[in-house]
């Protein structure tokens, strides 16, 4: 597959984007200014082209390893449905392909404008910097957990963090890890009926 034939793709439901656009665009531009704009799971990239799109900002970055998802902790097994090791690969073929997607997103997304790309397990070997606002959607507890620590350091106040997955019975370790945030750093502002879920840094 070629640049030509490869184009990012969203796969959340259009009231599942229509939600995260709706609290993207809510962010204050006294906020947002200050910080980066980052999604953290971006699979094929188009959820974080539809916020590029948007042209709020121009300080985006997303953060993907491509080959899927890691192993599942016991608070992510409390299912009679979990996700899989491996599962949101974007190739059977890891290491060729990882490197592969990458620098296909990096090839499209320089077209549209100050976008960074990196295959890391976030937070691993991320330094500090501001957010203003997150998109979290990784599904599993340590990687929700761990995100969420970095945000609650580098966030602005008033920045917000959209989580995907929160209280779908596939996911319930998404729903601990978010359950276990310090109110000090984070309060509850919204719910979605499709199980989503935001916060804003106090």
Known sequence: MNLIEWSPK????????DFLLKHFLSVPYDVLDLGFVIEVGIYEGGTLLEMVRHRRTH????????V???SLT???RNTDEPHNLGDFSVSSDREHFMCDAMER??????????VSIFCREFPINVGDYPISFAHVDVDLYHSTSESLKYLARNMIKGGKVVVDDYGWQRTPGVE???DSVDSA????IDRSEWH???LEHR
Request: hydrophobic share 45%; net charge negative.
């Open 68 to 70: 899927g998802l890691p």
């Open 176 to 178: 601990i890890a978010v």
């Open 105 to 114: 997103m990096q090839l499209y997304f320089a077209t549209q404008g100050a």
């Open 185 to 188: 750093d984070f309060k509850v």
């Open 10 to 17: 969203s796969h959340l439901s259009k009231e599942k984007l």
């Open 196 to 198: 989503q879920i935001v």
């Open 59 to 66: 300080n985006f970055i997303g953060y993907d390893t491509f």
């Open 74 to 76: 016991e608070q992510d």
